[in-house]
Structures are given as structure tokens and as C-alpha cells.
């Protein structure tokens, strides 16, 4: 049973930082595809950033050079690392994990994000 949480969100000003935590049960982060996706109020969710099982990371235009991926394997985390954060990036952010399959098919209850 695949089960993925999300925490470290919150309210920051603008140009602030915050660190967003997944913490995996039931795969391991070797394996899968590790994702990033936001929803803002009223927008479609959006893809943030992916974490390949090969270890390519790869981010959205929005968010690249601001935001960092990274993996903790002994503590089955992936962690998103926000900086210079921006009133747009404040949204619902959702991590998710790709096993065996084309799509992202686990996700996490997400975790606020509000920047002023």
C-alpha cells in the first residue's frame, strides 16, 4: 500500500523560502518517479518539478533556479526546496510518485503554500 504525506507548508512574504517534505511508505525512492505539482485556487494543477528513477531532475520554467529537488533515501523523503518565493507560487503543492506506469498514480493530500 503506497501512502505518500506531505508537510513543511505555510505563509511566507515574498522572497522567502520554505521546504516542503514526501514522506514515502510502501516503495522505494530508488524505483519510482518522484513529482512535484501545484494547484492554485481556481487553475488547473500544474507540474513543479520530477525526480527520475535514473536521478535526472527536471523543473518547470517557472520554478527553475528557485526551487530544488532532492531525495533522502534512508528516510524515504523527497524534499522540495522553495526560494525566493513569489505570490504566484502560492497554491496547494502535491507530491506523487510514478510506479510502473506512464502516469503519476499516488498522490499525497497536498500541503498550503501561501506567499504575500
Known amino acids: 500500500h503506497v501512502q505518500l504525506v506531505e508537510s513543511g507548508g505555510g505563509s511566507v512574504q515574498a522572497e522567502g523560502s520554505l521546504r516542503l517534505s514526501c514522506v514515502g511508505s510502501g516503495i522505494t525512492y530508488r524505483g519510482p518517479c518522484m513529482g512535484w505539482f501545484r494547484q492554485a485556487s481556481g487553475k488547473e494543477r500544474e507540474w513543479v518539478g520530477s525526480?527520475?528513477?535514473?536521478?535526472?531532475?527536471n523543473y518547470a520554467d517557472s520554478v527553475q533556479g528557485r526551487f530544488t529537488i532532492s531525495r533522502d533515501n534512508a528516510n524515504n523523503t523527497v524534499n522540495l526546496m522553495m526560494n525566493s518565493l513569489k505570490v504566484e507560487d502560492t497554491a496547494m503543492y502535491y507530491c506523487?510518485?510514478?510506479?510502473?506506469?506512464?502516469?503519476?498514480?499516488?498522490w499525497g493530500d497536498g500541503t498550503q503554500v501561501t506567499v504575500s
Open positions: 525526480l527520475d528513477s535514473d536521478g535526472r531532475i
Open positions: 506523487a510518485a510514478r510506479i510502473a506506469s506512464p502516469e503519476f498514480g499516488y
